[in-house]
Nanobody, 124 residues
Framework: QVLPVESGGGLVQTGGSLRLACASS????????VGWFRQAPGREREFVAA????????EYADSVKGRFQVFRNNAKLTVYLQMNNLNDEDTAVYYC?????????????????WGQGTQVTVSS
């Protein structure tokens, strides 16, 4: 299995923005729904957002609704997570993975496999 690679993380001030990317070299990537997840120190990994294979459907955790946007470019085999108005609660390692859409929206997705993730640190 070819895991997608996350990128775009970094250090940002409270209220700032970042755009994460989830890129794959697997052409079948465009046929799958993709979820974004995050894990903060000492906390369990949690669901953040998801997009259906076409991008027509999206789903967000309550904590990021109105601030984050997930979208994809299937020609580039990449899914993005635009994060705006960041706060310290958003500090975490962010991961992406392909998954069945129904399992994403029901939060019954598999716990892995996971890639390296990308670190997002929000400082005040």
């Amino acid at each position: 299995q070819v895991l997608p690679v996350e990128s775009g993380g970094g250090l940002v001030q409270t209220g700032g923005s970042l755009r994460l990317a989830c890129a794959s070299s697997d052409r079948t990537f465009s046929a799958y729904a993709v979820g974004w997840f995050r894990q903060a120190p000492g906390r369990e990994r949690e669901f953040v957002a998801a997009t259906s294979w076409s991008g027509a459907l999206t789903e967000y955790a309550d904590s990021v609704k109105g601030r984050f946007q997930v979208f994809r470019n299937n020609a580039k085999l990449t899914v993005y997570l635009q994060m705006n108005n960041l706060n310290d609660e958003d500090t975490a390692v962010y991961y992406c993975k392909t998954e069945d859409w129904q399992r994403l929206i029901s939060r019954t997705y598999d716990n892995g496999p996971w890639g390296q993730g990308t670190q997002v640190t929000v400082s005040s």
